[in-house]
Each structure stands twice: as structure tokens, then as C-alpha cells.
């Protein structure tokens, strides 16, 4: 993985006047505020999903094994690696994720489209939840590109294939909705940080 | 060559015969065949071997010869194996084989009698042609050839087909399969089912075969197991542990059996449906399964399985279960616009399947041959529906409507004639316009290709008071505007109007009813002209014209106002434009009558005039009668009058008080009566009509009426009171009730009475029941009093006076009146006991007479001696020398006591308070009717007494008799206290003296009855005392002081003459001395004639 390393001092001299200062923070806190949004979305929605699709799922002591999901980079790291990570760096990550994301929820509103046709509050979770993603990555593009941080390069069209079981599809949905909140967890957590730094 | 079976016993015959010459020829040659065994496999040809010694056989040569009985044949052959192949005879066949060395020399020769008995029929091994598993159905086809070419004719085969499963083989099922041997080869299938995921573990097959040939006299026996064709469970790559099967369908239920398929270093943590484990069978190294048996139906999104595997790795699979479609119900298939027909169905019960697993519906049509795949949400639609097109020159479906989805279809099928089952839709743009008071124009737009039906249009025309359908039918164009009109409308009606249509050929179903449009009708001129009434003035030369409001329905508009003009012969006298609401006015007639006519106007014009003449015909002898109350009406009658020739007319005040609000009804002039209805006609008012006859030449007044529609108890008691009493009767009298207050026609009086305290709780007479409760009901009108008799003295009763109507009793009006005392009861009551207490009286009276001389020692000595004192020591026959005493004796009076005293004028007069108690009247008759008794108690000078009764009528002899001194009963002579009353100044100088002897009668009895001139009556007739009996009253000290003492009083009285019926004594002397006034039960009295006797 490509790693970038940018220094505060960077950071500021980039920011170099208070007026772009100023539009720095408030992009900051808007994003911040819609990092609340999608924390809080983000659980109800795997919340939400884990009930439509019966038992193991909707056990509470349900934890499966972690499975990687094409394309979407693994949270996995620890909070204190995470925090040990650069701003640009955490940036580039959550960039990353967020340019993901949509995808696969789209994806997962497809399949259950077919199996809980009805569950129509589930429906509207999904879609909502894809909005916000591209919001946040629209967001986060912003604060980079003030920041000065190089965008990541967009991911890579990958051949989108969908689980071939019933079975399959609701656990890669359901590792989808775990990790859209994880990663919700971490914009935030990377959010409060920048706004702390950048206040309005 | 078997098909004769004649021919096929045959070798059976043969066999049979060499059965007993079956033997061997052994030679003793080591090397010699021994133990021949022959077997079929075709039934054609039979292979025979033997043994034979090991040792000397290499380089050794047979030479086989057989010989067939039947048919007779020989062949030789020669062979280096030891087995050889002959052809099946049907006989026994000798079968000679011979040893040969290297160099043809026969070193031992064997000969076999083979039957064919001994033969064996086994058939050739079957082959598996082909094993393919299906493992979406988790079924094995199996292909084999049944190799039927081999035989020469048809035969029965039986298979035997053995499924294993696992690697350790194990037997799952073995199943026989039937078929016919058709002397030509056939590929034999069969498909097996298994309850298990064929990936589960390998699954292997082998069949054997057994012919059935009846005729064959041999054994019989299966062929040996085919070679054994296997299909492999699925194998997992490490860490993709997989749960079969994989999202089956089934239904509710079934018993399903799931796999778990794991790398063989994983181990099986547990495996669970939906949120309960089952019991976990191992099929081998990393294969699991477990039996779910009787699923339910399941949610949406399915039932999972999962195992759960360590370490840490879960896999499984989602069960769908839910039911096979129903069979479409209700289908029906209309068409609304002639472009598609619409069917619709009711899919019953719910397949519980969701996604691509959800029924699929296709309509079919058979005509045109097209489907049509209807897109149908299951979830939420209860009643589906479908469109197809509709096709140009074609009227005849024949629809087909299938259900499927992955358990199963179902269909149902209609066959419609499309311009039978038209359903338009609503009308649209619907719009009414009116320009006439009974047109309106309608327009309305229906969407379709209605070309080649009809319509048929119903209107509905309502107002507020009536509803109507008017039915318009009209040609079917496309897409068009469609028209009617509405007529015989009313003229000024707000009108509600809508439509809807349908096709008038065949008529199927109404459409939904358009918008509804209201519109008024314009306004024309009022039906006719108004009622009409008029009155004349009784002071004046006015008139005063009435007329009625028109109904809405006749004044077609709104009423501005009513033209009243006054004729003369074409003339018009004057004319006056009363506007609304006014519904009468005065027109001044300047002393000339004329025709009064009125018009009513409104915007659309006027109405025809009505007209009545102002002539008032003098009428005479106008009698008064009564209408009767019908409940809702007022029933009246009058007299035909045949003068009358325009009809009669009814004229009231409908207020029934003043102001009078006039109101009036005509009738044509055949009838004599009506029931008058108005709706301000009140229960209990009086109302008073005149009928007036229209004759030629004016109105008459034919006869007045009262009447009440209805008639209602009166609203007030009559008031009365009571005018007189007695002891046994009461006089009532009662005044009218005001004629308002009567609210009917008074009908009479009831008058109840009963007897009653006033003051105690007094409900009504009618409620109480009492048995002593009389009534009496007064009709007469004109009587206003009743008296009311054969009632009980001193006693209280109660009265209640109601009036009564025909709508019943009013309310009462009560009071309490007590009769006076029964007199004579009360004689009655007090004369007993008196009467008693007399007796007791004499009687203690007497016992001290005869013992007086004992008395007055004891108590009263001419001198006292203590020691004397009888009181201290009574003796027993004190009074038995006594007993001889009569009760009164005259002679021993002294004459010395006795004084003849003048009357004086001015004796005191002891004005006793008590002896004008009216109590005291009633007790002199006593006296009077016990003459003993005085006699008796007189003891002081005890006279003679003469008793009231012999007084009445004395003996004439007696009056000329020696003198003598004879008693008055002083109370004989008593007057009633009236009489002392009345003559209070009596000059007792001038009444004393001579006067002649009359006759005193004095009846006590008629007291109560006695008038003046009674009295004065008894004074003039018979004796009179030489004296004022008055002032023997007076002066008589035995004057009655109480009703106690009065009994012995009764027994004193003065000595007088029988003569002159003086007295002797003068009463003063009593009155003296008080204590004589009152001694009857004195014991002085006693003593003081004691000396005289």
C-alpha cells in the first residue's frame, strides 16, 4: 500500500490563508456532523439488517469470523494504530473505504430486494446509508483537497460477483453493514480530531 | 424353435430319460475329466467343464463328443481347455470326452449323461451403461442395456438394483425393476430420489438380473452383481466448509436431511435449523447431516442452516419453505376501453415465497395464441390483476391463466365474449347547462373504442323532494363526447344530476357514477292563483283579504307580491301591489261591493287571479253546535244549504285566542262535513268556526262550531265547598270551571268521598283503593250541588270534587268535613254505664239504711263513748235487726220538721255554672225513668215520690183525695237549659200561689226534637203546679250539680200537697246550709232523720 506521510506543518502552509482557514473548518464540521449521522445510522441499519434475516444473524452473540469483502479495505486495524496514523493518512484511508462503500451497499440493497422484498424500512436504510457514503466521500475529497492530500486512486472496477448462495449473500450483507459501521466509527473518530484541530 | 411348446418339452423329456443313465464310465485314468458342470447363459448354448489331474496335463488334448437322443446328432470337437461349449438340446445329451496325449492318443475317455435338469441358467452380467446424478433433485439416473438380443424370444427379467451410500458402502435401499426381454437389445432407466444431498457423500449403484423362463426344467439363478458405478459427494477446499442443499425450495412440511461438507482438519462444533441444533450424523471424515423433519413455512427471506466449525468458520444454506399456487379463483376478464381486457383473479392462499421465488402468473389466449407474463407483487396485492390486448376482429377469448412457482402451478380458464363484458369507465367532463324552467342539456366524455357496441346512459335527475332515472341510449364512437337532454323539469328546482353508462346489448356492469352537477331551472309564472278569504269590518266599510302563500310547487319562482284589486262589472275599482310576506290586506269599499280578485307575481310572471265577492248575506237563527275531536283533526258538519252553489267555506282563528290569526278551508258545495287539519291546531284549545255558504250573489254565515282537536282532562279542580252538615249528611255546592281551563267539553263531576283525617298523607282516591270510597257522578251540568247522605255522626270525611272532560278527569279539589254527633248514639253510650253506677248505688244505699243504727253508734253516738265505740268493736249482726226495714217510710216524719213556707220572690238563685252544660240536658230523662231510686235515696224527710210518668197522667181520683204530702222529683219538672235560658226574668211573685193542677209533661225523650211551640204545648195542656215549675227549678236544692250527684239528687224533693203540689219545704232551707245542697251520699243527711224513725 502506497503510504503517504504529511506533516502538520504542510498541512497549515497549504491552508496558508484565514480565509481558506475558515472554509477548511466548516467543511470540517460539516463532515463531522455527517460523521455523527452515519455513526448512528450505521448501527441502526446493521441493526435493522441482522433482523430480516432470521437466526444465526439476528442472535445477539452472533460474531462471525471476519471476511474480507472485495474491494473494501479492512478497518481492522487497532484504534491506537489508527490514531497513530498521519491526518492525510487516515484521510486517504476513509477515502479509500468511502469510495467503496456505496457499492456495496447498493449491492446488498440488490440482494435483499429478492430475499425480504417487504422489509421496506430495511429498503429505505440501505439507500440512505448509500447516500451518506457518497456524501462523506464527496466530503472527505473536499478536506483533502484543502489539506493538500493526494486523492487515492479510484478503485478499480471490480468484477462485481454477487455470493451465489442465499445464505452466502446474507452473510457478505451482513459483513458489509458491520464494516460500513466500523468505518462510520472511524471517520468519526478521525473527525473529531480535525475539527479539534481546525475549529470554527 | 421354442415357440411351440410341444417342441420345448421335448428336451425336458430327454433329460428326464437320462437322468437315470447319468453316470460316469470312469476308465481309472489320473488324468481323466471328472464332475461335469454345465451352465446357460443364453439358453442357446451351454458351457460345460470338468476337472481333471493336475498332474500329467500339460500337453493334453479332449476330444469331445456329443451325442443328442433327440434329435439324434453326433459332433466332435477337440480342445486343449477343459470346459467346452454345446448347444442346449432338449433332450439329455451323452457327452464323451477323451483324454489325448501330446500325439493324439487317447489316454482315458469320460462318457457324461448330461441332463438337462442339471443345467444352470444364469443370465450374462448386466452392465451399468451410465450413472448421473442430478443434484438439484438429489437423483441418480441409472442406464443399463437388458442385452434382450441374447434370447430368441420374449422373457421376463427382474432386476435388482442395490443403492450404497458412503465410503464404507453402506446399504441404503435395494429395489426391483421389472422388465420384458424383447429379443432385441434395450437401454433399460431408472431414477432414483434419495433424501439426501447427493454432494453429501458418494453414492453407488449395482444391479443383477434374474429371467424368468418358465419352460426352462432347469435351475434358475441371478446373474451375478453388475460392476459397481459410483457418484462422488462433493469435495471442499479447506475453509470453504458448504451446507447442502443449497436455497431448495419445498414444501411446507417435507423432511429434509442437511448436509455440512468441511475440510477434514475442521471439526464439527454443532449444526443447527434456524435457532434449534439437531442431533449431528456423521457420514464420514468432514461430511455431517442432520434430519429436520415436518418443516414449517418459512419467512421471507427463508430459513437458515448453518453449521458452525472450528475453528471459528460457519457455513451454511437457506431453506425456503412455502406451498405450491392455488388454483386462480373468481377470474374474471372485462374490458373497459375496447384496448385491453383487464382480468382479475384471487390468487387464495399465500405461497409464502418471495423474490424469483413468487408465483408467476401467465395469461394465455388461445385464439390468438399470445402470453402474456403478468407482473404481480404478491405481497401486496389481494386481488391480482393482468391486462391483455385487445386484438382487432377478434371477439372470443379463451383465456388460460397459470400459476406457477418452483412447488408447482395450478391454472384456471375463462371464456369471454369481449362486447359482453363491457365495464366503461366513469363519464368524464360531465357538464348540465339550463337555459328553460324545464330543460337542462347534458354533456359528458367516455374514453374507449366504443365503435361497435351501444350505450346505454342513466341519468339521475334529483331535487330535495324526489329522485328520478331517465335512460338514454346512443351509438359507441371513439373517445367522444356524448349528449341527452333532461326535460319536464320543474320550473325554479335546484337539481342534482350525474350519469353513468354502460352497453346496452349485453349488459354487464353499470359504470362508476360521473361528478354530480347541480343547476337550478329557471323561473315561470306561479300554477294558479292563491286561496282567498275575506272579512268584513264589523265597524267601517273596509275589508280586510286574505290569502294563502302558494305552495313552492305552484308558485314556480319566488313569490314578489300578490296584486289585489277590487271590480265592479269589468270596472276596476281600485287595485293595490302587496308585496311579500304580507298575506292580507284592507281595501276601503266606499260603501259599494265589488269582485275582490288576487294575483301572485314572481320574475318569471303572474299567476291566474282568484276572485271572491265581497257580499256579506245577512244570516239569521245562527245555531251553535259541537265538532268532534278527532286526535289529529277537528271533525265538523253542517247543514246542506241547496241555495249554496259555489262551495262552503270554512273560516277559524288558528291562533284560537286573540289576535285572531284567520285561516279558512273550502269545499265544494256537496259536502256537509270535513275534518279540518292544521298544523296549528293545539291539544285543549277551543276553537270556534263559522261555515259561511257561497251563494250567487255572496257569502252567508250558515252556522258557528266549537270544537277541540283534542279534547283534554280540564286544567283545573272545580272549586266547592261545603254548605252545610249534619250528622249524616253534607250539602256540597260547586261553581264552573272557566271555559279556558276545561280544554274539552265538560262532561260532569265525580265526586268521591270517603271517610279521612285531614292531615294524614292523603294520595289520591283513586290510588288508595279504599273499599269504603264512594263515588257519585254528576252529569246534570246545571246542578251545582248535591247533598250527600246516610253518612255517620262525628266523623271525618273526605271529599273530592273533579271535573271531567272526555279526555278525562281533571285534577281534584278535596276537603275534610266532620258530621255532627249522633245524639242518640251517645244517650245510648252514657245511659249504661249511668245506669250501672245507679244500681250500685241503691244498692250500697239500702245495706246502710237498715245499718244506720249501727252506723250511728259507730260514728256519730248521741254520746260519745269511746268504750261503746262500735267502731272498736263491730258486731256481727249489727244491721240484722233491720232486716225488716222497708225503704221508705212515711210515718216516721215529724211533723214538727216540717214548715209550709210560702214561695219567695226573692229566692237567691243558685246560678250553677254546671247545670248549663249541655251535658246535664241529656241526663234528666234518666231521673225521670228510674223513680225508685229516688224514693229510695230520700231519707231526710222522704216523702212520697211521684214519678214523672205518673205525673203525665195522674189519676183524676187522686186530685180529690185527702191531702198529702207527696215528693216531686224535683228533675222531673227540670226545663232544658234553652228554656232557662230563654226566660231568665221570670216574676216568681206573680206566678206563685194557687195554681191548677195540670198535667207536667215533660218529655226528656223529645229534647232533641223540641220546638218553642212544643213547649209551649206541654205548658198549656194538663195539670200545672200551683207554682211556678221554674222556680221549683230554681229553688229546688236538688237541682242537678253534676252528672255524678245528679242520680241522687234525683231522689231528694220537697213534701207538697198532691193537691196543691206545693212544696212543703221550702228549698232555702237547703240552701242553708250547703253541705245540704249536695248530700246524697252524705252521711249527715243520714243522721238527721235518723231520730224520726
Known sequence: MEVLTVDR???????????????????????????????????????????????????????????????????????????????GEQLRHLAMAYATLPRLLASVQQQQNELNPSASELHQQLEAAVRQCRGLAGN????????????????????????????????????????????????????????????? | MWDNPSLRCLPAIAFLYLLSLICSQETGFPGAPQNLKCVTHDLNRTICSWDAASSASHGLTYKICYVNREPSSSECIETEEKRVDVPVTTGST??????????????????????????????????????????STYTLHLKWNDTGSVFQYDLDAHWQIQILHKETMETVTLVNYDSKLTSKDTILSWNWTSDMPLECTSHSVKIRCYINESFFAGRKEWSEWSPIKTVPGKDVDPGNAVVFPEDKVVPVGSNMTFCCLYNEEECIRCMKYGSRSYPVLHLSKGRSAIKVQNVNASNS??????????????????????????????????????????????????????????????????TSRKNVTCSINELNEKEHHCDFPVYTDQQIYSFTLTASNPLGQAESSLFIDINQRVNLETPDKFTVSINSSTNAHLSWYIPGNLTQIRLLCQIEISNSSSEQLQNVSMAGAENSNYRATADALRPYTMYTFRVRCSASEHFWKWSEWSKEQKLMTLETSPARGPDIWRERNPVGETLRVFWKPLLRSEANGEIVSHEVSCCLQETMLQAQDVPVPLNSTEINLGGSDCVISVVAKNRGGSSPPSRISSVDLPSDNVKTELAIATGDGIYISWHSDPSVTCGYTVKWCSSGSEPCSVDWETFPSNATDAVLKSAMFQPGVRYNFSVYGCKHNGYQLLQNIVGYMKELPPRVAPRFTVEETSSDSILVKWEDIPVEDCRGFLRGYVLYFAKGEKGTSKPSFMEEGSPELLVKNITDLTKKSLRILDLQGKTSYRLDLRAYTVGGLGPSNDLYVVTKENSMGLIIAILIPVAVAVVLGVVTSILCYRKREWIKETFYPDIPNPENSKA????????????????????????????????????????????????????????????????????????????????????????GESSQVIYIDIQSMYQPQVNLEEEPDVNFLTSAGYKPQMQLSVNAMKMESHSPTEDDLDETAGYRPQANTNAWKLDSPDSPISIESNNENGSFGSPCSINSRQFLIPPKDYEDSPSHNNTGWSFTNFFQNKPND
Open chain 1, 9 to 87: 506543518a504542510n498541512l497549515l502552509s497549504s491552508a496558508s490563508n484565514s480565509s481558506s482557514q475558515q472554509e477548511l473548518a466548516t467543511k470540517v464540521e460539516q463532515t463531522h456532523r455527517l460523521t455523527i449521522l452515519l455513526k448512528h445510522c450505521s448501527e441502526q441499519l446493521l441493526a435493522e439488517y441482522v433482523r430480516h434475516q432470521g437466526e444465526p444473524f439476528s442472535s445477539p452473540d452472533f460474531q462471525p469470523p471476519p471476511m474480507a469483502v472485495p474491494g473494501l479495505p479492512s478497518p481492522s486495524v487497532s484504534p491506537e494504530a489508527w490514531l497513530a496514523l498521519g491526518d
Open chain 2, 301 to 366: 427471506s427463508g430459513a437458515n442452516v448453518w453449521c458452525s466449525l472450528l475453528p471459528d468458520i460457519i457455513a451454511g444454506t437457506v431453506l425456503f419453505v412455502g406451498y405450491a399456487p392455488d388454483k386462480p379463483q373468481n377470474l374474471s376478464c372485462e374490458t373497459r376501453t375496447f384496448i385491453i381486457i383487464t382480468c382479475r383473479w384471487n390468487p387464495g392462499r399465500p405461497t409464502r415465497l418471495s423474490g424469483h421465488r413468487e408465483t408467476q402468473y401467465i395469461l394465455s389466449e388461445r
Open chain 2, 872 to 959: 272498736l268493736q263491730f258486731q256481727k249482726n249489727i244491721c240484722e235487726g233491720n232486716t225488716a226495714l222497708k225503704t221508705l217510710e212515711m210515718n216516721p216524719c215529724t211533723p214538727n220538721s216540717v214548715e209550709v213556707v210560702e214561695t219567695q220572690s226573692t229566692v237567691p238563685k243558685i246560678e250553677d255554672t254546671e247545670m248549663k252544660s249541655p251535658v246535664v240536658e241529656y241526663e234528666i230523662p234518666e231521673d225521670g225513668s228510674d223513680p225508685e231510686t229516688g224514693s229510695h235515696v230520700v231519707v231526710s224527710y222522704c216523702p212520697p215520690i211521684i214519678e214523672e210518668e205518673e205525673i203525665s197522667s195522674p189519676p183524676v181520683d187522686e186530685s
Open chain 1, 140 to 200: 472527505l475529497e473536499g478536506i483533502m483537497g484543502a489539506l493538500g492530500v493526494s486523492s487515492p486512486p479510484p478503485p478499480s472496477p471490480s468484477p462485481s460477483s454477487l455470493p451465489t448462495s442465499a445464505f452466502l449473500a446474507k452473510l457478505s450483507g451482513y459483513h458489509v453493514c458491520r464494516q460500513h459501521r466500523d468505518w462510520a466509527r472511524r471517520s468519526h473518530d478521525t473527525l473529531v480530531l480535525l475539527s479539534a484541530k481546525y475549529p470554527l
Open chain 2, 94 to 135: 451323452n457327452i464323451v470326452i477323451t483324454t489325448l496325449n501330446a500325439s493324439g492318443t487317447p489316454l482315458a475317455s469320460e462318457t457324461f449323461v448330461l441332463p438337462m435338469e442339471n443345467v444352470s441358467f444364469i443370465p450374462f452380467t448386466p452392465q451399468i451403461l451410465s450413472l448421473s446424478p442430478d443434484f
